[in-house]
């Protein structure tokens, strides 16, 4: 009896410090990644406290393999619509986490041994440095298998760690980072970038395994940035004929390329701005596309 109320003793007290060292939060949303969300999950499974996912109706073995890993229960998962906005799916893994503090992942992301020394350094035992409420993030980002250093990609900060409650997705562009707010007297208020810190060490980003990968995201993320200007109310005319078609082209690729040095980056820089740079034409066709077909409808 008396060794049993022992155990019952030290069960419970393992789940209090459990509790009460709940500090980081991993946010994700996915939708058919099998080929990435392992070494994501890897990356951060034995050092943070949960993993939030968020699954958008993933048809391949994303999940099966997500639930294989996850030994030590640490994974909760949410089946939610897939949504053209991904950021929706975002920001529904965010409002999940129940940490102190979140880091926000994508599936395609690796957080580096350096970036996990940092964290670990702000989040325990206590924030080193109480006037931050969240980190922009330095992101390595590959394409061809090769790290792009140059051409505007580079260090490309980006907000994904934070306190939790302070940050949310306005999902209204498919480029969009977290805005950053506090409660003040039961209002919300955006705070000032004075109060947003800046870590060293890179998060590492594989978005595209293959070329015929980047080329699908490469149309998906056009065709749906045509969709966000004809709701704002851009229309085909001959002044924006000569900007997407060729003024915006032409900056785009001497901006990532000439002016921040993309051809640094060799075969692969050359190659991500030159696409890059014509994404301005494919979206301003599908744009016209939309236009003609509401039109006659």
């Known amino acids: 009896m008396r060794l049993l109320r022992a155990l019952l003793l030290e069960k419970r007290t393992q789940l209090l410090h459990n509790k009460s060292c709940m500090k980081l939060s991993i946010a994700l949303a996915v939708h058919n990644e099998e080929k990435n969300i392992i070494r994501c999950l890897e990356s951060v499974y034995d050092w943070t406290n949960e993993i939030v996912i968020v699954d958008g109706e993933s048809t391949d073995n994303t999940l099966s393999i997500i639930k294989t890993f996850d030994t030590d229960n640490k994974i909760r998962i949410f089946n939610e619509k897939h949504e053209a906005m991904f950021h929706k799916n975002k920001q529904k893994a965010i409002e999940k986490c129940t940490g102190n503090w ?154 990532t390329y000439i002016r921040h040095l993309g051809c640094k980056d060799g075969f692969a820089g050359f190659v991500f701005s030159l696409f890059s740079s014509l994404r301005y034409i494919v979206t301003y066709c599908k744009l016209y596309e939309i236009t003609h077909n509401e039109a006659r409808a």
């Open 102 to 255: 979140i880091l926000q992942l994508d599936a395609d992301e690796v957080v580096s041994d350096q970036l996990k020394k940092e964290i670990l350094e702000i989040i325990n035992p206590e924030p080193q440095n109480t006037k931050y409420v969240a980190y922009r993030i330095p992101r390595l980002n590959y394409f061809l298998g090769i790290p792009l250093k140059k051409g505007g990609q580079y260090p490309d900060y980006t907000i994904r760690l934070y306190q939790n409650g302070v940050a949310k997705f306005p999902c209204k562009s498919v480029h969009e980072q977290v805005e950053i707010t506090q409660n003040s007297q039961n209002t919300k208020y955006k705070i000032q970038d004075t109060h947003i810190g800046h870590l060293t060490a890179d998060l590492l980003h594989f978005p595209y395994p293959t070329f015929k990968d980047y080329l699908d995201k490469w149309v998906r993320y056009a065709l749906l940035e045509a969709e966000i200007l004809y709701k704002q109310g851009t229309r085909p005319s001959f002044s924006n004929n000569c900007k997407y078609l060729w003024i915006y082209p032409k900056w785009w690729f001497f901006k």
